[in-house]
């Protein structure tokens, strides 16, 4: 599986960017999709991520929830991550990932390349 994300950039605080990341290859082996983030000098974090085991299920970071939503266009195999109210401490590099559910986890197999998002003023 191939993951291409987009749609970083600069903004100021207040501001929304949409992220986007397009799966491609042997998509029949993954149920789910997400975000995690990486800042200077911090470890990876989860941001959101969705999956469809049978029913679709969402999960966020406590520091986006109410912020973020994240979706996915199963017909253009497209996750997508709408962040409002960005605010610096967003800033990030922010990276897409795909992988299956098992039992109650999800197990992260690819990664795509990060995307930088900004937020200054």
């Known amino acids: 599986v191939q993951l291409q994300a987009s749609g970083g950039g600069l903004v100021q605080p207040g501001g929304s960017l949409r992220l986007s990341c397009a799966a491609s290859?042997?998509?029949?082996?993954?149920?789910?999709m997400g975000w995690y983030r990486q800042a200077p000098g911090k470890e990876r974090e989860l941001v959101a991520v969705?999956?469809?085991?049978?029913?679709?299920?969402?999960a966020y970071a406590d520091s986006v929830r109410g912020r973020f939503t994240i979706s996915r266009d199963n017909t253009k195999n497209t996750v997508y991550l709408q962040m409002n109210s960005l605010k610096p401490e967003d800033t990030a590099v922010y990276y897409c990932?795909?992988?299956?559910?098992?039992?109650?986890?999800?197990?992260?197999?690819?990664w795509g390349q990060g995307t930088q998002v900004t937020v200054s003023s």
């Open positions: 990932n795909a992988g299956a559910t098992s039992g109650a986890s999800y197990v992260i197999t690819y």
């Open positions: 290859g042997s998509i029949g082996s993954i149920n789910g």
């Open positions: 969705i999956t469809s085991a049978g029913s679709t299920n969402v």
